[in-house]
């Protein structure tokens, strides 16, 4: 079987744009000022019916949106199922209400000691920064809050977070969030980094942010040059689809792990855009080539108006199945499912051990065929 590799994409501005500057264009507050948010400025760019406008409208009103021209230059201005687009653009099954969604989902409020934090492992936290992205993704388990100014952290409970992290010298590893925590100006984020890494107790610092998949261009040298004093650094994006995979996300990703970043890839599962597993494995390999290994596919949280997006459990095992054995062991990141109400992230495999008789375990492999392990036996002692 020859697989079919995936070429890096090269993204092409929509007419929209296409006066602007090359070093505007490439410029990342440029990017962020000249965001999409209204129905006006979707109308200049992709087809609208007038009945998506008025859900637009209403679902975007309680879900904030905007997309950045970059981003927004990668949807197909016709085709309604295009990856990017519903990614991005809100549409009216967002405002269906569905039992079982809730507004915090993983229950992060429940287990928060001090605003911004949740400490809910033994030896690792969550720390929320700012609670703005550049582009507001439609499937986003923390819809509510993004993009709403009133939850954005204030310096001062910045400073708690910190010295909360101080005070417990059981937390190793921190997660930095949002939101996406790179919406700060490289300064205040450096305040952050270099306050936690103050902190002899913690020996490492993760950056989760989409930025390199929604705003690569906020990835500049001098921000990785920031980063490179810090380490060791772990950054976790979040691409899920091959159409994402540009020659702009190339270079974002490029930059932080020349700069010593570890990098990683988060994908949410959903349906209609990524629940293809020879897509997944194409994506999956071209994030290796540039040094970004896939982690996790998470499982869509129960979260409110993403319901539309939601696949069955069996849709990420036949992910994995596609994966293990058929491509670099390294591009098989775990399937999980992160329990609603606080739970945390538990695994989901397919089924390899078919049967157990005595010490004889009976498998089947990638394709399909048995094969049986015995264990061994602890032998006779010498006389
Ligand atoms: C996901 C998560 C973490 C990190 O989990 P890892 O499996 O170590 O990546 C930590 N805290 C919370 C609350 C989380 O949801
Ligand atoms: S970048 Fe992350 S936090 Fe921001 S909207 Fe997308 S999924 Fe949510």
Redesign the pocket.
Known sequence: MVQKRLKTSSSERASLWEKVPDNEWGNWQWQQANRITTVAGLDSLIELTSEERLAITAAGERFKFAITPYYASLMHPTDRSCPIRRQAVPVAEELRAVPDELVDPLGEEASMPVPGITHRYPDRVLFYTSHN?????R?????RK?GDPASAAHRLQLMQGIEYIRGRPEVRDVLI????PLTFSDDRLEEIIAGLRDIEHLEIIRL???NPV?LPQRITPAFVRMLSKYPPIYVNT?FNHPRECTEEAATALGLLADAGCVLGNQM?LLKGINDNPGLVRQMNQWLLAHRCRPYYIFQLDPAEGTNHFRTPIESGLELIRGLRGWTTGMAVPHYVVDLPGGGGKVPVQPEYLVKKEGPVYTFKNYEGETYDYREGVDSPECP
Do not use: E, F
């Open positions: 992205c550049p582009v507001y993704c499937h986003c388990n923390r819809k993004v969030s949002g939101g996406d989760a942010t989409r929604t979040h949410v």
